[in-house]
């Protein structure tokens, strides 16, 4: 039986925005829940991206390619493709590759406990590219800035200015809120 306090905290950790604690509370639910379902949560975070991605990289059908494969067969190549390994510069792409790749890794054989930390890992990253696009994608001079040298105090004020955006923190809040209530649901299904 699947705790609703469990939720709620994750809920108030979303709107907080503490995503060590979100994290925490997404495996703690993820581990209560059948494999499966909690996979369907996350899959339908990285769903979320897709089009976005196809946009900037219309080259970059294999994203749609994988995704189906892991609805419809509920399996993931052991890794990505080739082309999933170049340097994808549109902010929020990396994000979202890392995401995938996660979703691989979650897809292979192996104990549980491992298997649920890389669907944690490909929420976040699928969260994190909807962020990273919505704030870069308008400044594309903060996002070359960023890129450019992640350790200069320059780089760290822009990232700063970046997390800390109204918007963002909406969004970011909405995300979390977002794979709360698709857990519940999924819960709820999984108690029928």
């Known amino acids: 039986m699947y705790s609703l306090s469990a939720i709620d905290q994750l809920r108030k950790a979303a709107e907080a925005r503490d995503p060590e604690r979100c994290q925490f ?15 369907s ?12 991605f196809e946009r900037y990289y219309p080259d970059g059908g294999f994203a749609r390619q994988i995704l189906t494969q892991m609805v419809n067969t509920g399996t993931a190549p052991s890794r990505l493709p080739p082309e999933a390994q170049r340097d994808f510069e549109y902010p929020g792409a990396a994000n979202y590759m890392k995401a995938l790749s996660d979703l691989a890794h979650a897809l292979q054989p192996g104990p549980l406990p ?57 969004l970011d809040t909405d995300h979390w809120l977002s794979v709360a209530n698709s857990i519940e649901a999924q819960l709820r299904r999984q108690l029928r």
């Open 25 to 39: 509370l997404l495996k703690t639910l993820f581990m209560e829940m059948e494999f499966y379902l909690a996979l």
């Open 41 to 52: 949560v996350v899959i339908e975070r990285a769903q979320s991206f897709l089009e976005t």
């Open 114 to 170: 491992p298997r649920i930390g890389y669907l944690v890992g490909a929420t976040a990253n699928a969260i994190m590219a909807e962020l990273v696009e919505h704030y870069y994608g308008r400044r594309i001079d903060a996002w070359a800035a960023v890129r450019a040298s992640q350790e200069s105090a320059g780089a760290r004020e822009i990232a700063y200015a970046f997390w800390t955006d109204d918007e963002v923190a909406l």
